[in-house]
């Protein structure tokens, strides 16, 4: 298994701006931590490159990119009510989506058949053109694209288990039938996006799976959904890579949501996409999102990890 992070990781953090804010780095660090005390299970570890400006512009526009490396070189500032950045945030940022582009290449080279990305900011907020929901690049949008265009493969899947509906990500791919974006998230619940009436548009009409779930939901319907739809969906697909955005957020102590997912029922949905990758015999990446009880978060990664290794 590989494990790709960057220490650029820990610089970024919003409470220079809003105070009180959930996505700290106390949470990267908690996970590094326990995963020190256990040897890193095992892992490979590898440093995340910086992203270049011409990977960003895969899934973002210039505008975007540019607005945000300026916003950081200018010393900071808020985007919206919740996402704010200072100077340091334009390296982490330039690393979790570089971080995502380096664990994909990995996998399509047949280095590690699966790793895992552990950085911030999260990314599937970020619209092609929006900096949102604590996200400013879309770093598993980026990966999936990067794939495509320059990695040699045909299809990627998209798995979004994190609580939040992965706006962006959607966005990034609603218009192509290269990329099945699939996401269970509560509903309602920010950002208030992807109605199971929406499936994409155009050519990629078919091709985005949005599986809302009402609060108070837990690993029963998660599961089924996964068994009853996305994994059918995934086989009917046949992707060359499966990526997960793998947010921990549906854990009943998160305070951000309402669903009641335990720790190991991320083991037990890792254990079905490994599964499904290893019947596709394809390489399984999971890149981390949103997750905001320190305690829980941990739990559930390390038993994601132990899953996806098997």
């Given at each position: 298994m590989l494990y790709v992070s960057h220490p650029a990781s820990l610089e970024h953090d919003p409470r220079t701006l809003i105070p009180g804010h959930p996505d700290t780095p106390e949470r990267l660090i908690a996970i590094e931590a326990a995963l020190a005390e256990r040897d890193w299970l095992g892992a490979?570890?590898?440093e995340a490159p910086a992203a270049s400006e011409a990977d960003l512009e895969l899934v973002h526009t210039p505008r975007l990119v540019?607005?945000?490396?300026?916003?950081?070189?200018?010393?900071?500032?808020?985007i919206d009510a919740d996402t704010a950045v200072h100077e340091a945030s334009w390296g982490a940022a330039l690393r979790a989506a570089g971080g995502a582009c380096e664990l994909t290449r990995a996998l399509l080279a047949g280095e590690h058949e699966v790793g895992y990305c552990c950085v911030r900011p999260s990314g599937h907020h970020a619209e092609p053109d929006r900096a949102m929901g604590f996200c400013l690049f879309d770093n598993v949008a980026v990966?999936?694209?990067?794939?495509?265009?320059?990695?040699?493969?045909?299809?990627v899947m998209v798995f979004d288990w994190d609580v939040h509906h992965g706006n962006g990500t959607a966005e990034a791919f609603r218009e192509r039938s290269d990329v099945l974006f699939a996401s269970i998230h509560q509903m309602p619940l920010?950002?208030?996006?992807g109605p199971a009436s929406d499936s994409g548009s155009g050519v990629g009409e078919g091709y985005t799976l949005n599986l809302p779930v009402p609060p108070g939901s837990g690993e029963a319907e998660w599961l089924e959904l996964i068994d009853e739809t996305i994994v059918p969906a995934a086989e009917r697909f046949r992707p060359d890579l499966v990526?997960?955005?793998?947010?921990?957020d549906a854990h009943r102590l998160d305070p951000l949501a309402g669903c009641q997912?335990?720790?190991s029922s991320f083991a037990r949905m890792a254990t079905r996409m490994r599964d499904l990758a290893s019947r596709l015999d394809v390489p399984l990446g999971?890149?981390?999102?949103?997750?905001?009880?320190?305690?829980?978060?941990?739990?559930?990664l390390l038993a994601t990890?132990?899953?996806l290794d098997g």
């Open positions: 490979e570890r590898r540019g607005s945000i490396r300026e916003l950081c070189a200018g010393g900071g500032g808020r990966a999936a694209a990067l794939a495509i265009e320059r990695l040699g493969a045909e299809r920010y950002p208030g996006t990526l997960i955005s793998a947010g921990y997912l335990e720790s999971a890149v981390q999102e949103g997750g905001y009880h320190v305690d829980s978060l941990v739990e559930s990890l132990a899953a």
